[in-house]
């Protein structure tokens, strides 16, 4: 199946971004990137002595999102107005090939049909994503993934505009706010008649990222010449890691946004902070409060991730990343005052070890 651009009444978003250069933090090697952020950490850790203390922040959460946790959990913890909220879903544990009976039960109890996206309840930054076509696409993707782990099998949602919400609510708020709104822009080409997709790609450096970590691959055929001025998506994910470009919008929250997701960040239990990934028809219904469906939800681990446009200088991308990890820290302090405990360093390195284990086992994202 190939995706194509859906138009949105927004201008940027139906229509590829080219030609912008890397923003600051995307040209940083990752190991430096994190160095400032490790640092800051190491001084909060100090400070208000634990370091595994932003774990405390969302308690209904494994490690309050910080790391290991499924994407199942939030989910699970939503009640009856948040989960209406949500792109329609089902899971099974995969056994491999047998998996597909039991994943056919699910699909139909939950109204599911094809194509739909298969993705791992224990994921991260998109690994392991695939557009499911048909029957025959599925039971290669249970081949390949991990025996034994959960598989999330959602409906696809065509819509073009995917954003992330960051939204934070100080422990014994009444109201939330959103921090932080990121538009995601989809890797795409543009098709001049004569380049096949693979030419096009390798001629572009952001989009030249799609399958350079053998994690992923392009969802189209590559060898295909798409016609002048054809808009193809490459990708059902949006990271910056295949070729994606970020654009901060936090100037677009409103008080029907803010409403909206206050609303269903507050029918689950506990939870003070993370970010809502979106899918929406346009930018005018998601001001307003709605044309949107939840794809996933993150916790205290999500990444303040539209710090990453790159029309921040560094030290505006720091500021932003340095602000959101304060703020976790003061959430969880408030929260371990009122007596949840913040989970050991040894289960969160166990949990992040086997995070990371999985991701390199997951079948290329696409």
């Known amino acids: 199946m190939t995706l194509q651009a859906e138009p949105l009444g927004l201008v940027p978003q ?10 600051r933090l995307e040209r940083l090697p990752k190991w430096l990137n994190l160095v400032p952020m490790l640092t800051q950490w190491a001084w909060l850790s100090l400070r208000y002595g634990s370091l595994t203390l932003p774990t405390a922040a969302n308690p209904a959460i494994a490690t309050g999102g910080l790391a290991g946790e499924g994407k199942l959990d939030y989910f699970n913890i939503m009640g009856e107005h948040a989960r209406a909220a949500v792109a329609t879903y089902t899971s099974v544990v995969n056994t491999g090939a047998a998996s597909l009976p039991v994943a056919r039960d699910a699909m139909s109890a939950a109204g ?21 076509s048909d029957a025959t696409e599925l039971v290669e993707y249970l081949n390949r993934f991990p025996v034994g782990e959960r598989v999330v099998l959602q409906r696809f949602l065509p819509q ?27 890797p795409r080409v543009v098709g001049d008649g004569v380049r096949t997709i693979a030419e096009l790609i390798a001629a572009d450096k952001r989009l030249s990222r799609l399958g350079r970590d053998g994690l992923s691959e392009p969802c189209c055929d590559v060898k295909r010449i798409p016609a002048a001025s054809e808009i193809v998506r490459l990708s059902t994910v949006g990271s910056t890691r295949v070729g994606g470009l970020y654009e901060d919008a936090t100037a677009r929250v409103t008080p029907e946004l803010t409403g909206a997701i206050d609303a269903i960040a507050q029918d689950m239990p506990d939870f003070h902070v993370g970010r809502f990934d979106v899918r929406f028809d346009s930018i005018g219904a998601l001001a307003k409060g709605g044309g949107f469906k939840i794809i996933e939800v993150n916790g205290v681990g999500s990444e303040a991730v539209h710090a990453w446009d790159p029309n921040f200088t560094l030290r505006q991308a720091y500021a932003i990343v340095f602000a959101k990890q304060r703020m976790i820290f003061s959430i969880g302090a408030a929260m371990r005052h009122i007596g949840h405990k913040p989970t050991s360093l040894f289960m969160l390195a166990k949990l992040y070890l086997h ?11 696409n």
Request: hydrophobic content about 40%; some cysteine; proline content about 10%.
């Open 14 to 23: 139906s229509l590829p971004r080219r030609d912008v250069p890397a923003g």
């Open 112 to 132: 599911l049909t094809f194509p739909l996206v298969a993705k791992p309840d224990i994921g991260w930054c998109g690994f392991g994503v695939r557009l499911i």
């Open 355 to 365: 995070q990371q284990s999985l991701i390199r086992r997951y079948p290329p994202s």
């Open 160 to 186: 073009d505009g995917e954003a992330g919400i960051f939204y934070v609510r100080k422990p014994g708020a009444a109201k939330g706010q959103i921090i932080g709104i990121l538009l995601r822009y989809f």
